[in-house]
């Protein structure tokens, strides 16, 4: 007989976190970014984040104590899922949760299904999140879950199963006041709906409130679909605008042409500016005229995803997307895509990250003496989870917005941070990225400090 996994639940809080460090897990300390060690042009996204981390708390001379709190999470949890499969047979899966923060409110985050997902994956994912929220004041910390699965290789019953007692193993955990999950890499609405039941079952009460990214049926946003890509073009319109440049009169290349780089392909179309290329995982397409964008998303759509064999634009690739003369450049695809070995052959005036960490910490400062001006990620693709943020209030209300009035108050939230930024980046002569940081940082552990350490 197959032994059977016992389910089992592992938590790891702060206050324990010298027991971390004896089973090597890793602890950020003041210390840790300063040790010598070989530097690498590819560089995890994590690693990069907390090398701005460091760079901001000193800036703010956040003392030691107050630099390990933020670097480390307050709460780590790994559980162990079983789940009966189709042909009977049982199969145990691992799950995480990490909450990193929950100082400004209940902690926020996505959770991805994946065979490689782990815990520091998820740590970091979490981390970046609370950034995030801060940056583009939401009241919420930041979270990130993930199951160590292949959900390509179960079936609509088994993902259910695995999904619902994920949700009823950190019960204790999520809450529309304590943690809300939100879709990620494979999971989306349906997920979202049957963690909203499992929970709502077990409360006895529907709490629509305790997830976003659900089916607008069941108390989800108008809206959220474009929300991240709209807040991208809402930030890169703010920029074009610092760089006197009309958006009608500005040249555009988008990388990815998924759900947040086609969106935002497609306003600043709108807008009239030229979109001359775009790319998905096919390659890149050119049209120095400008290439015509309510077309491609049609033909991607009829053509299960993908642009491959459109025919009114020059095919390149990737590489050389990314290098072409614009005025915008948006990564929207993937980290990792400039770095210390092309950052120096980028020749847009503005970058406008709608993927999550698209620049290495390496390539920043060569794009800084370029004179760029990159909208950072955790302020240039934020709208999602502003409009998560509108969800989760409008559950709470009972009452619900027309989209016009969800993108209005995007528009107005996604402008006033990057203004806030803007202003935080002059003050101390920094950059829009090392801005992000300092302030997200400093809201923080003011907010903390007035809080105190409960003892
Ligand atoms: P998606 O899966 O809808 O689209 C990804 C696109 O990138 C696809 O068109 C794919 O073909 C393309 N792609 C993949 N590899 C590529 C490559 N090497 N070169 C060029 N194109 C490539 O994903 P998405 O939701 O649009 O997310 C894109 C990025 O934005 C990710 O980094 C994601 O973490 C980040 N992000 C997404 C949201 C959101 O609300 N969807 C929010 C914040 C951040």
């Known amino acids: 007989m197959i032994p059977i996994k016992k389910y089992s639940q592992e938590i790891v809080h702060r206050s324990t976190i010298t027991n971390c460090m004896s089973s090597n897990k890793p602890i950020y300390s003041p210390n840790y970014y300063k040790e010598p060690g070989p530097k690498l042009d590819k560089e995890s996204p994590f690693e990069s984040m907390m090398e701005r981390f460091r760079f901001a708390a000193e800036i703010l001379k956040l003392d030691e104590g107050m630099f390990e ?69 939401v009241p919420f910390g930041g979270a990130k879950g993930g199951v160590r699965c292949n959900p390509k290789e179960l079936s609509i019953g088994e993902l259910e199963r695995l999904t619902r007692r994920y949700t009823a193993n950190l019960l204790e955990i999520f809450g529309p006041d304590r943690d809300i999950p939100a879709p990620d890499m494979n999971t989306n609405e349906q997920v979202m709906a ?75 179309y709108e807008q009239g500016a030229k979109v001359i290329a775009v790319s998905d995982i096919s390659g890149g397409y050119l049209n120095k005229e400008g290439l015509n964008i309510p077309e491609m998303i049609q033909y991607s759509k ?26 915008v450049l948006i990564p929207a695809a993937k980290e990792d895509q400039i770095g210390k070995h092309n ?53 709470r209300q009972g009452y619900f917005w027309t989209e016009e009035r969800v ?47 409960y003892a």
């Not at 780590?76 to 899922?81: D, F, L, T």
């Not at 803007?422 to 907010?447: D, G, M, W």
């Open 302 to 327: 009829e053509n299960n995803n993908s642009l491959e064999g459109y025919p009114d634009a020059e095919k390149i690739s990737n590489d050389d997307l990314l290098e072409l003369e614009c005025d």
């Open 69 to 137: 709190y933020l670097a480390n999470p307050v709460k780590q949890v790994i559980v162990s899922i079983p789940v009966v499969m189709d042909n009977g047979s049982i199969k145990v899966f691992e799950g995480y949760r990490v909450i990193h923060d929950n100082v400004l409110g209940p902690s926020k985050g996505g959770i991805r299904y994946s065979p490689d997902v782990n815990i520091d994956e998820v740590k970091a994912l979490a981390s970046w999140m609370t950034w995030k929220c801060a940056v583009v004041n």
């Open 194 to 268: 049957w963690i909203m039941d499992t929970y709502s079952m077990r409360s006895q009460k529907t709490e629509t409130a305790v997830v976003t990214g659900k089916p607008i049926i069941l108390g989800g946003s108008q809206g959220r679909k474009e929300a991240t890509g709209r807040g991208v073009v809402t930030c890169t319109l703010a920029g074009l605008n610092k760089i006197g440049l009309m958006p009608n009169k500005s040249t555009v290349v988008v990388q990815g042409f998924g759900n947040v780089g086609s969106v935002s392909a497609e306003l600043m």
């Open 343 to 395: 950052a120096h052959k980028i020749k847009a005036k503005i970058i406008s990250e709608g993927a999550n960490g698209p620049v290495t910490a390496n390539a920043d400062s060569i794009l800084d003496q370029k004179g760029i001006m990159v909208i950072p990620d955790i302020l240039a693709n934020a709208g999602g989870v502003t409009v998560s943020y509108f969800e989760w209030v409008q559950d």
């Open 407 to 453: 993108n209005r108050r995007l528009n107005r939230m996604m402008r006033s941070a990057f203004d806030n930024l803007y202003n935080v980046s002059e003050e101390y002569n920094i950059t829009l990225r090392q801005a992000a940081y300092v302030y997200a940082i400093n809201k923080v552990a003011t907010t903390l400090k007035m809080r105190g350490i």
